[in-house]
């Protein structure tokens, strides 16, 4: 297997992690509330879409979601809660596109160096990054069920029955970019393996010679 196929596919993985991760964070497609009453011809206006920093109700009516303005000695508990859970999800994965650069970085470094033990740290770091991603999916999924069941509480069982809720495509992009960092990180572990092969043949060859 080519040393320099591996190192590109590894490095095409990264940055398509990157750009899929950054595309997922600033739209507003994470999760979706389709509302279909029959007999009522505005049920789109009380459609809605939501991002980490946005909620669209309607076709015009956008509002900032206050993770970090709001005022917590007016909020319930259950409120509070999913505040706080929200706020550990722009948190981790905005970081988690901060990591993917100096990842990227050092994925360069190491492949121009051709350091099997490079490689293999730059690898890990990545998986770190995958985990950091993952948690960030994982804390969002949380979040959503429990804003869910509060929204079951409120609303009368009948309203619900209208109701359609769904991950949008800018959830789908974050679990891609899970996927391409896993990729990547699993890639540069088959580089620096590869090096260190051709390490040890041309240790052979030499001493043969």
């Avoid at 994965?93 to 650069?101: E, I, K, Q, R």
Wanted: glycine share 8%; with cysteine; net charge negative.
């Amino acid at each position: 297997m080519r040393y320099g196929m591996v190192i590109l596919s590894a490095g095409f993985s990264g940055l398509l992690s990157f750009c899929f991760l950054a595309v997922s964070v600033g739209t507003d497609y994470w999760y979706i509330i389709d509302v279909n009453k029959p007999n009522y011809t505005d049920s789109e206006e009380l459609s809605s879409y939501s991002g980490l920093w946005r909620i669209n109700e309607g076709s015009q009516k956008s509002s900032v979601i206050p993770t970090f303005t709001a005022n917590m000695s007016s909020l319930s508990e259950m409120e509070r809660h999913l505040l706080e859970l929200h706020k550990a999800v722009v948190i981790i994965l905005p970081l988690g596109l901060v990591l993917l650069v100096f990842g990227w970085i050092f994925g360069l470094a190491s492949s121009l160096a051709s350091s099997p033990k490079l490689l293999t740290g730059t690898a890990f770091y990545f998986l770190f990054c995958s985990l950091f991603t993952l948690t960030g999916v994982s804390i969002y999924i949380q979040y959503s069920n429990k804003a869910m069941e509060e929204f079951q509480r409120i609303v009368a069982p009948e309203e619900l029955a209208y109701v359609n809720v769904s991950f949008g495509w800018s959830f789908a992009m974050a679990w891609i970019s899970f996927g391409l960092e896993l990729a990547a990180g699993l890639l540069l572990l088959l580089a620096a393996k590869v090096t260190q092969m051709k390490g040890r043949y041309d240790c052979g060859v030499a001493v043969t010679l």
